[in-house]
């Protein structure tokens, strides 16, 4: 292929980006002014019907809708009637992927994601010529929101088939005394509030540095009826006073984002102790570099770029793992914290590796 042929080509994927991109911002609009949800409760709607219920300007309104239903998100009754006439609905199935945010297919955070990441870009940019990073706590609302939603039904829809993977530890949550699980860092609570719901004699304590996603876990814990059974706490989960409290401990799409990977995997070993399992869930990626990538490794590479690298980079002693955490990379760092071997879980998910970490610390 010549070279004019790979840059016409490059060129329109690049256009075809920008559209996504309008796709997500528009979506966002959607969503916080809830035109989805009215469509879905009440439609099809005109503008003015749908300003209306929502209590925005039915200019605007006509605007966001035309551009939904030509991009295909909205289908529109009649595309010849007047454009105050026009109503618009949403098409079989959209419904699940727009409005509802207990289905698996639903894409409503995405740009609660996206957002942040273009409004710390100045910081960010900062960070590529400084070398320094950029601190997870101090995210903001909208990606706390995006962080607490993208695992949320998987949480609460897997765990149990997750746990089964690890027998002997699926009978001890199971069995009395109750089993104590600790969840480093929990972000908004759900991986702990789900293994609570599977295991109802389990108890699950959650930590984590952002003081605001704990006051989110314990809001959602409440919310679901499990506040009696699952606690969540800012306190540093290496105090040696919570040693060998727990007969698991885990972390959940969490250790890429840590500075200091190879510590939190000896606070993991520390609270689990000698009898009590050890549980990894970080990004699937393949084993090693190759170039092009499939979507997935693109997927967690563009989140590393903007995000999750930073993060990694934060304060004395960064490691900088960065999203696209290989199976060599956590093996290494397993090995530093002192276990004696990492097991591969036999989990199937599209996006995440589960790894069981063995044998007692070392240093």
């Known amino acids: 292929m010549s070279p004019d042929s790979d840059a016409v080509r490059l060129s329109e994927r690049l256009r075809q980006s920008t559209l996504a991109y309008f796709d997500v911002l528009t979506l966002y609009v959607g969503q916080k002014l809830g035109f989805y949800e009215a469509l879905a409760s009440a439609g099809p709607l005109a503008a003015l019907e749908l300003a209306t219920r929502t209590g925005t300007h039915p200019r605007y309104v006509r605007e966001w809708l035309e551009q939904q239903a030509v991009g295909g998100l ?6 010849t009637a007047d454009p105050e006439e026009r109503r618009y609905r949403l098409p079989e199935g959209h419904a699940r992927v727009l409005v509802d945010p207990d289905d698996p297919l639903w894409q409503g955070t995405r740009p609660h994601s996206l957002l942040p990441a273009v409004r710390r870009m100045p910081a960010l940019l900062e960070a590529f010529r400084s070398g320094g990073g950029l601190s997870h706590s101090d995210q903001d609302e909208d990606a706390r929101v995006a962080q607490a939603s993208l695992g949320r039904v998987a949480y ?139 979507d997935l490794e693109r997927f967690n590479y563009g989140w590393s770029v903007l995000s999750c690298l930073a993060s990694g980079m934060a304060g004395p002693g960064a490691a900088g793992t960065g999203a696209v955490m290989r199976p060599d990379t956590l093996k290494r760092y397993a090995a530093e914290a002192g276990f004696a071997s990492v097991e591969t879980l036999p989990v199937p998910h599209e996006g995440w590796t589960f790894y069981r970490l063995h044998g007692g610390v070392r240093s």
């Open 156 to 294: 609460l829809t897997g765990m149990a088939g997750w746990i089964a993977s690890m027998p002997d530890v699926e009978a001890r949550l199971r069995r009395e005394p109750p089993a104590r699980v600790a969840d480093l860092g929990c972000g908004a609570g759900w991986s702990a509030i789900a293994l609570a719901r599977s295991f109802p004699l389990a108890l699950a304590d959650g930590f984590d540095v952002d003081r605001a996603s704990i006051a989110m876990a314990e809001d959602n814990a409440a919310a679901c009826g499990v506040a009696d059974r699952v606690r969540f706490d800012v306190r540093d989960a290496a105090d040696p006073e919570l040693a060998g409290r727990y007969d698991l401990a885990m972390v959940f799409e969490a250790l890429h984002d840590m500075p200091r990977p190879v510590e939190a995997l000896r606070t993991l070993r520390r609270l689990a102790g000698p009898a009590g399992a050890v549980l990894v869930v970080d990004e699937k990626t393949e084993e090693r570099f190759t170039a092009p990538g499939s």
């Open 74 to 79: 909205l289908a529109v009754d009649d595309p």
